[in-house]
Each structure stands twice: as C-alpha cells, then as structure tokens.
C-alpha cells in the first residue's frame, strides 16, 4: 500500500538548508532543563532576529550546566540579560530566560555522523543591534553580510 505526504519532500530539503557558521541576534524563544547524569544542559530554542536573511528561521543549542561547564552558562546568561539578582542566588528561573535578547556566535561539528549546533561565544544584543557588519560566514570560509 502506497501513502502520500504532501510535504514530506520538502522536510529533507530543510534539513539540509542548515544555518551557516557566524553571527546572529537571537531571542530565547523556550528554554528547557533536560537531566543527565553525566551532563546535565539546558536545551534553548531561539528564534533569529538579525541577520534579516534569517530572520524567519529558529535555531536549537545546547548549554551544559556541568561543574566544568558553569563559566560558559554564566557567560551567556549574563550576556543575555538574565536577572543579576537570580544569579547571584545561584537560581536560574527557566520562565524568566524566555525572551531574553543577545549575539550568539555558531559553529557546526560532526561527530558520530551527527551535525551537531555548538553555541561558541555569546555578547550582549545591544553591541549587534542595527550593525551592518555582523557577518555571516558560509561553509566555504568566505563571508555573507
């Protein structure tokens, strides 16, 4: 027997229409505590505001909340804007990271077969807001404004 998707064609395409490696103004759009023994993260979904090319598209990444990996948890939450108070408390309220604004720096990696999303730098969204340089680069090296 024989079924037809009307849009399965297009999933695969999209899949490999991934992000290229660079720049992008994001905002948190879920933020969500996934437990493992080993590493525990928090699973962020963010939607792109800049650049404009972008801008309709969503991107998912990894932050780690290991001992070793807490600098780069209070790097991005402090870049992001996320309560002072809160962090000075040690507390992280998942609600109050929704919505916020910041730069985040991507690259790809394959490991195991798998194209993984890393979350490389962060800075705050009022350092890229409006810049006509934030580049983006290609899978190539070269550069897309």
């Not at 297009?10 to 992000?19: N, V």
């Not at 948190?28 to 650049?51: G, H, T």
């Not at 598209?57 to 070793?68: A, E, L």
Request: proline share 3%.
């Amino acid at each position: 027997m024989k079924r037809r998707f009307h849009g399965l064609s297009e999933t695969s395409r999209a899949a490999s229409d991934e992000l290229p490696d660079g720049v992008f103004v994001v905002r948190v759009e879920k933020a969500q505590y996934r437990w493992q023994a080993q590493k525990p993260y928090y699973l962020l979904r963010f939607s792109i505001l800049e650049p404009k090319q972008f801008s309709s598209r969503t991107m998912t990444g990894r932050v780690y909340c290991t001992p070793k990996a807490l600098w780069k948890l209070s790097w991005f939450l402090r870049d992001f804007g996320y309560d002072t108070e809160l962090l000075g408390q040690d507390e992280i309220d998942d609600k109050r990271l929704v919505g916020l604004k910041g730069a985040v720096k991507i690259s790809h990696v394959t490991q195991n077969g798998t194209s993984l999303l890393n979350l490389d730098a962060f800075a705050p969204a009022g350092q890229w807001e409006g810049s006509s340089t934030a580049a983006v680069s290609n899978r190539s090296g070269s550069e897309v404004a």
